[in-house]
Every structure is written in structure tokens, then in C-alpha cells.
């Protein structure tokens, strides 16, 4: 089922903007909040054809650039999605772009600044030179999320529209739930996202160790669809994964659910 995202904070007017005026755009956010579903509902909104490369500490230099092979005794070399979206004037989604390693982030530099170009060392020394319009968005979690890294300064420059997305207001949160399930249970699904909101509350002042997202109230709703009753699906989906951080961390959420659920 193909959901439409809801554009709760006019990010979608932002991102617009940004492309008419050939400027990048940066989003910043935590986990589970609709960020790549934001990008990929704009991408389709503007017919663009949309590459994707989602960064880790595995990421390296050819999965943006290329690399030669060998085939039947004859060299070629295959492009990455960097350079084939400069190539095809796709538009092209940086994924958590904060986890890359020093070195990528580099060569990723060398493709954003104002001349969009960037020297196929790897191969023939060709200069690619990207097609009129081609438009970058990245996205970033905050610092505190594993593997992430703060952004060098001159990357970030390169990205001079910035969009911060939250986790949005309850009544917001409820639509995009209720767009994801087929039986109504409105009141449940409040009280799950009263209870995601006590969460993120709590973990955004170490108080717990994890942040639910909108993932987790999503499945939810998934699980009433499928008659699991309300307090075992909030256990199942807010409560159990608090046990990777022992006994005492599962309990005080396990007593937060019976509170909002009953026994």
C-alpha cells in the first residue's frame, strides 16, 4: 500500500524552493521521522528519477565514483550512483550522510562545490560535469545516534537550505498512522502515540536509552489490524526492546505501559 507523506511543517514548499533556486538542501532529524519518505514523495511529485546511496563506516569511495572490472579479457569501467546521477541529471538522495568516512566525504566535496564537476581519476581522468538541474539532498541524525559524525564545515556549506524534522505534533502523527491501517481505532492509537511521546521525552534526557519512532506507532496500528490487543502490542512493539539494556530499563517501561493500557 503506497502511503502519501504528510507534509505537516511545508518542508515540500521548502524543497521546491530550494530546486528552482539550484541550491542543495540538508535535512536534519532523528531516526523514524520521515525523512527519506519526505525525499522520495518530492521526487515523485517533481517526475524526477531519484538515485539513492544510504552511508555507513562501509561505504567507500566506489560506491559513489566506480570501478573497474575485468570482463572476458576487456577493462570497463562501471559508474557509481555519484556519477551516474551527475551524468543523467537524477536526482541524487545522501542518505545519513554523517556516518561516511573522511575520506568519501572528500570525493563527495569535490562533486558539490559551485563548479558541480568531478575528475574520473579512477578511470580515464574524464571530467564529469553535472546536467543543469541536477539537485542534492542529504540527510543527517543527530550526534547522538551510533555511528554518526559531525559534519565538516565545508561540507555543510555545501548544503545551504536546512530543514529540521521532528517528530510532529500528536493530532499529525495520529493522520499518518491512521493512513497505514484499515480498522479505526482512534482512541488506542492516541493513547500508543501519548506513550511514543513519554519515550522520546524520557530518552531525550537519558533518562532511557531509546526513542521510538514513527515506525513504531506505524506498526502499531499494524498489529490492532490484526486483533493483537492493544497493552500486547504496546509491549511488543514499545516495551521488549528496552530488555537489550537489562531488567531495570525494560521494567520502567513495562510500568509506563500498564500505566496508559492497564493491567
Known amino acids: 500500500m503506497e502511503v502519501q507523506y504528510i507534509d505537516w511543517n511545508n518542508s515540500i514548499q521548502i524543497l521546491n524552493k530550494a530546486y528552482d533556486a539550484g541550491l542543495f538542501v540538508l535535512i536534519i532529524g532523528p531516526k523514524g521521522t520521515g525523512k527519506t519518505s519526505l525525499v522520495r514523495d518530492f521526487a515523485k511529485n517533481m517526475n524526477l528519477d531519484l538515485e539513492s546511496i544510504n552511508f555507513s563506516l562501509r561505504t567507500r569511495e566506489s560506491h559513489l565514483i566506480g570501478t573497474k572490472t575485468l570482463i572476458e579479457g576487456t577493462v570497463r569501467f562501471d559508474e557509481g550512483l555519484l556519477v551516474k546521477s551527475m551524468k543523467e541529471g537524477n536526482m541524487l538522495y545522501l542518505d545519513e550522510i554523517n556516518s561516511a568516512e573522511a575520506d568519501v566525504l572528500l570525493r563527495l566535496d569535490e562533486a558539490l562545490d559551485d563548479r558541480r564537476q568531478i575528475v574520473l581519476k579512477e578511470s580515464t581522468g574524464e571530467v564529469v560535469k553535472a546536467k543543469e538541474k541536477w539537485f542534492v539532498v542529504a540527510t ?33 502523527e ?15 492509537i492516541i493513547q500508543a502515540i501519548k506513550l511514543a511521546n513519554t519515550l522520546r521525552q524520557a530518552a531525550a534526557v537519558e533518562e532511557l536509552f531509546y526513542s521510538p519512532s514513527l515506525r513504531e506507532t506505524i506498526a502499531f496500528g499494524k498489529l490492532l489490524d490484526k486483533e493483537v490487543p492493544p497493552k500486547e502490542a504496546a509491549n511488543i512493539v514499545f516495551g521488549n526492546v528496552y530488555t537489550q539494556w537489562g531488567n531495570i530499563e525494560y521494567q520502567k517501561v513495562s510500568d509506563i505501559i500498564t500505566s496508559m493500557f492497564g493491567n
Open 174 to 188: 495520529l493522520d499518518i498512522v491512521k493512513k497505514h491501517v484499515s480498522g479505526n481505532y482512534e482512541s488506542e
Open 140 to 172: 543527517i541524525n543527530p550526534l547522538t545516534h551510533s555511528g554518526t559524525k559531525e559534519l565538516p564545515p565545508q561540507i555543510l556549506s555545501r548544503f545551504p537550505v536546512r530543514i529540521r524534522l521532528e517528530y510532529p505534533p500528536e493530532n499529525i
